[in-house]
């Protein structure tokens, strides 16, 4: 049986179609190889549209051709069908693995902007923790500064307290003095009571001595 005439219409509309399919292909290509970015952008999108459209076409020509062949035809008809199909079959495969390694890097490259992210986000919380901490140093710095200033204070006010009393001291003693000179009878007494007030003066110093030491002490063990 004769093959239909418009088996040639139908083999020429493939051939256009495939030859239309391999330039887009070949831009297809070069896109997942340069390709960098984490989203399908409008012209990898209408590239895909365009090249899923030319695939449905070519598929419906071979649909044609195969009918065409079911009805009678010789070896070499049917031969041309089958590299026909073939070539459908390469394109298709091909397409669909170009597409899933784009879908690949472009999930790989949104991976790796959401931990460079997160990355930057634990920095910035570092960061506030070290202020923080450095703010938390400062204050306990200042307080332990001011109460260094008291300890001085007291210290200062102990010391004013005791050259109060010493001086108050000497005046009984020159006083005492004077007495003792013209009561000879009583100088045994007020020598006692002399070196009475020397040793209360000078436990008294030592006191305070040892009070202000223990408390530098403390304030330089915080």
């Known amino acids: 049986m004769e093959v239909p005439t418009s088996w040639d219409a139908l083999r020429k509309q493939a051939r256009k179609l495939e030859a239309q399919l391999d330039e ?3 831009l297809y290509r070069k896109l997942v190889s340069t390709n960098v970015s984490i989203k399908v952008d409008a012209a990898e999108s209408d590239l895909e549209s365009w090249i899923d459209r030319l695939l449905k076409q070519l598929q419906q ?9 079911s009805t009678g035809g010789s070896e070499v008809v049917s031969h041309t069908l089958t590299r026909h199909q073939e070539i459908l079959q390469d394109l298709t495969q091909e397409y669909y693995r170009l597409r899933k390694s784009l879908r690949a890097k472009q999930e790989h490259a949104s991976l790796l902007e959401d931990f460079k992210e997160f990355d930057r986000t634990r920095l910035d919380l570092e960061d506030g923790s070290e202020q923080h901490a450095l703010l938390k140093e400062h204050a306990s710095i200042s307080r332990s500064t001011g109460q260094m200033d008291n300890v001085i204070s007291q210290a200062h ?10 001086s108050t001291f000497g005046g009984i003693n020159s006083k005492l003095s004077n007495v003792s000179s013209r009561l ?15 040793m209360d003066t000078l436990i008294l110093s030592l006191v305070a001595s040892v009070c202000t030491f223990l408390i530098f002490i403390y304030w330089l063990s915080k």
């Open 184 to 198: 000879p009878t009583v100088n045994t007494i007020l020598s006692a009571i002399k070196r009475k007030k020397s």
């Open 61 to 69: 020509v071979n649909s044609q051709m195969q009918a065409l062949v």
């Open 24 to 26: 887009q292909m070949n």
């Open 157 to 166: 006010a102990t010391l004013g307290t005791l050259v109060l009393q010493r």
